[in-house]
């Protein structure tokens, strides 16, 4: 079992930035792909960024490049996801995952966080 924690959400203007965290216990996850997914207002859960942990390898979602940045601290075991200049489009709720299998879709994912609410104003 791995049990995953978001935190760091909140309501900011557009144009700011936010750092959410997600602290991960339980099982041994060095062979785990940590992910972020979002799922804004009636929409579908999506895929924003992920992490192998070992290795740090990280992807992205092509809308998130260049603003969002994965990373993790393998000492705190705790995932990163650094949002730089937010808009409303990112209002979602955020939720860390994690399996050993990576996947850009929701499904799979055996473990998940449970979310963390951004709120973007303009």
């Known amino acids: 079992q791995v049990q995953l924690a978001e935190s760091g959400g909140g309501s900011v203007q557009s144009g700011g930035s936010l750092r959410l965290s997600c602290a991960a216990s339980?099982?041994?996850?060095?062979?785990?792909?940590m992910v972020w997914f979002r799922q804004p207002p009636g929409k579908e859960r999506e895929f924003v960024a992920a992490?192998?942990?070992?290795?740090?390898?990280?992807y992205y979602a092509d809308s998130v490049k260049g603003r969002f940045t994965i990373s993790r601290d393998n000492a705190r075991n705790t995932l990163y996801l650094q949002i730089n200049t937010l808009n409303t489009e990112d209002t979602a709720i955020y939720y860390c995952?994690?399996?050993?299998?990576?996947?850009?879709?929701?499904?799979?994912?055996?473990?998940w966080g449970q979310g963390t609410q951004v709120t973007v104003s303009s």
């Open positions: 995952a994690a399996d050993i299998r990576y996947g850009t879709t929701k499904y799979g994912y055996e473990y």
């Open positions: 339980g099982r041994a996850f060095s062979s785990y792909y």
């Open positions: 992490i192998r942990w070992s290795i740090g390898a990280t």
